[in-house]
């Protein structure tokens, strides 16, 4: 059964860090375009970065360049995403998702997505 697990979400002061992790199982991620989505109380689901395993290409949203950073880790079949001074407007629930061969910022903004995971709660609060 293919599926993505995520988790290292939590309640974190403004200024603070975060590290999410997906990890995929029933798969590899070695063809696979791997992003983060956030979607915040009455908004949409929107495309936060991605990376393709197959390149190492990276695409990330405006709002979170300079803060937040995709990465990967092949032999845990892991992709985290570090985000550092966190700010209120990054609350949200945090999903993983992945699509084989999708381009970074097609993925990112389609957005294209094969496999969601069940999403972690991230709140940025004082």
């Known amino acids: 059964q293919l599926q993505l697990v995520e988790s290292g979400g939590g309640l974190v002061q403004p200024g603070g860090s975060l590290r999410l992790s997906c990890t995929a199982s029933?798969?590899?991620?070695?063809?696979?375009?791997i992003g983060w989505f956030r979607q915040a109380p009455g908004k949409e689901r929107e495309g936060v970065s991605c990376?393709?395993?197959?390149?190492?290409?990276?695409y990330y949203t405006d709002s979170v360049k300079g803060r937040f950073t995709i990465s990967g880790d092949n032999g845990k079949n892991t992709v985290y995403l570090q985000m550092n001074s966190l700010k209120l407007e990054d609350t949200g629930v945090y999903y993983c998702?992945?699509?084989?061969?999708?381009?970074?910022?097609?993925?990112?903004?389609?957005?294209?997505?094969?496999?969601w995971g069940q999403g972690t709660q991230v709140t940025v609060s004082s």
């Open positions: 029933g798969f590899t991620l070695d063809h696979y375009t």
């Open positions: 990376i393709s395993r197959r390149d190492s290409s990276t």
């Open positions: 998702g992945a699509a084989l061969l999708a381009g970074v910022h097609a993925m990112c903004v389609g957005p294209r997505v094969q496999y």
